[in-house]
């Protein structure tokens, strides 16, 4: 609780961070580095991103590429040539 601050513990009771947010705001403070979370990142990205309607439509695309169950190896295997565009 050291490494915390008041205001971050009242914006998470008031649902303006989330729990990932605020674990990585205290960790940014006890351990001087920095941590983005993809709550973060939302402002930031492409609308379609978060669009289930175009989410659905790119999840085939998704299971053809990499498989059902894809690993985190899989995320970050060469793609082919045919699989790029």
Known sequence: MTHSD???FLQFREHKIS???LKSR???RRFKIDYVTFDDMIPYMDKDWL???KKA???PIMKQI???NPSPK???KELLPHQIN
Do not use: A, I, P, T
Request: proline fraction near 0%; glycine fraction near 4%; charged fraction near 45%.
């Open 6 to 8: 008041k205001d971050l």
């Open 19 to 21: 729990m990932s947010q």
């Open 26 to 28: 205290v960790y940014m």
């Open 51 to 53: 669009d289930e309607e």
């Open 57 to 59: 439509k790119f999840r």
């Open 66 to 68: 990499l498989g059902e």
């Open 74 to 76: 899989d995320l970050l």
